[in-house]
């Protein structure tokens, strides 16, 4: 059985959908106004993996991941820019989607721009000032009365004086108490009109948290199985979609939590201020993407990930190692068969909340059996376990024999050629020089490897 650790009760559970053969998942996505980064990489990946195990575990799965295209921070760029808001935002939506597809990262059911939910979010405000958990502060802006709620911080389990006490509430003269949040923002006068709405409470805005509590409810319905996002997001995000749709619907908003570690550079916080901050992109430019999926997936997801060039290198010779068992079988497209050892051991590994640290110790085991017997029907059980990772597709040899994205390993036909001049140099028996074009292609990260049907190479 499925387990997943709740962030809710702090522990894992069994794994119940509300309604049986089907899940509902919402995922929190990105805030589009710049590139998207090495933690929005982890997000995508990780619930990318729990999307296509939930899938391949014979679920139904409903999976939706929202795109915030307005805050303050969109505002502030597009100004800084001279584009509009929708321009702006329009155009780092298809960046994140170029950096999804290169991952190898299946687009959700549903990808939700908040500003196409704003009447659903100025429902659900209303039925919460109805409710007596919503009030119009005296600058205009409509907050949330925390105290209110009687179950606030279950989630980030701080009590409300502890959370009182904390660096991160920002004290407010117009709201009842520092710990309120805003709902709907009123609109300020240098702001442009495509970020102005009408509502009962005047022109102004959403607020981010009510957007999540909007879309997934139209979405998936008031009551889900799956929400996840970042381990950022647990407070003050989660904790007040919690509160907003709780209180507004007065029964459960959501049966399991999952969150995923941070990203730390070279064990710092990966920060700009640090010069540590890595895009997507800028990765990309020097790793294969799916070495960096791979590095993502063998760490489990709840776990601190550590990136560095040291770790990043690591994961391309492991990813190399399991591709090069792949080169010299024949490519199957036989089904995985469930009741064999390995894969026991793989779905025991992934219903074990999600492990994939495990699971891919599983695929070494085979490509080493693999290695070994040079069964088809191995190299076969290897590929199809690894297709539930998003691993493993490409031609082997083809992958093997690729450059680096930036293309700084060197040219094919290049290495060709030398590999041609050292079989002539092996046939006039000038043994030193083919050791030297050995040691040449070495240097360049090339290893060779003789066969009785020729000479073969790959990247180290």
Known sequence: MLTIHN?????????????????????????????????HARVMVVFDMVARWLRASGYQLTYVRNITDIDDKIIRRAGENGESIRALTDRFIAAMHEDADALGVLRPDHEPRATDYVPQMQSLIDRLREKGLAYVAENRDVCYAVRKFPGYGKLSGKSLDELRAGERVEVANDKHDPLDFVLWKHARAEEPAEVKWASPWGEGRPGWHIECSAMSSDLLGEHFDIHGGGQDLQFPHHENEIAQSEGAHGHTFVNYWMHNGFVRV???????????????????????????????????????????????????????????????????????????????????????????????AVLFDLATETNRSGSADTAAQLKGL???????????????QGGSPSGEEGDSAAIEALIARRAEAKKARNYAEADSIRAQLLAQGVVLEDTPQGTIWRRA
């Not at 702090?10 to 090495?38: A, N, Q, W």
């Not at 690894?386 to 093997?400: I, K, M, P, S, T």
Request: hydrophobic letters at 45%; one cysteine or more.
């Open 386 to 400: 690894a297709r539930v990772l998003g691993l493993l597709q490409r031609d082997a040899a083809a992958y093997l």
């Open 266 to 360: 070279d064990d710092e916080k990966m920060s700009k201020s640090l010069g540590n901050f890595f895009t997507i992109r800028d990765v990309l430019k020097r790793f294969d993407p799916e070495v960096v999926r791979f590095f993502i997936l063998r760490a489990h997801y709840r776990s601190p990930l550590n990136y560095s060039d040291a770790h990043l290198e690591d994961a391309r010779h492991a990813l190399a190692r399991l591709y090069t068992a792949l080169r010299n079988v024949p490519p199957s497209d036989r089904a995985v068969a469930w009741d064999e050892a390995h894969a026991v051991r793989f779905r025991a590994a992934m219903d074990d909340d999600f492990n994939t640290a495990e699971a891919v």
């Open 7 to 39: 962030t809710l009760t702090r522990k894992k559970e069994v794994f119940v959908p509300i309604e049986p053969g089907k899940v509902r998942m919402y995922v929190c996505g990105m805030t589009v106004y710049d590139y998207c980064h090495l933690g």
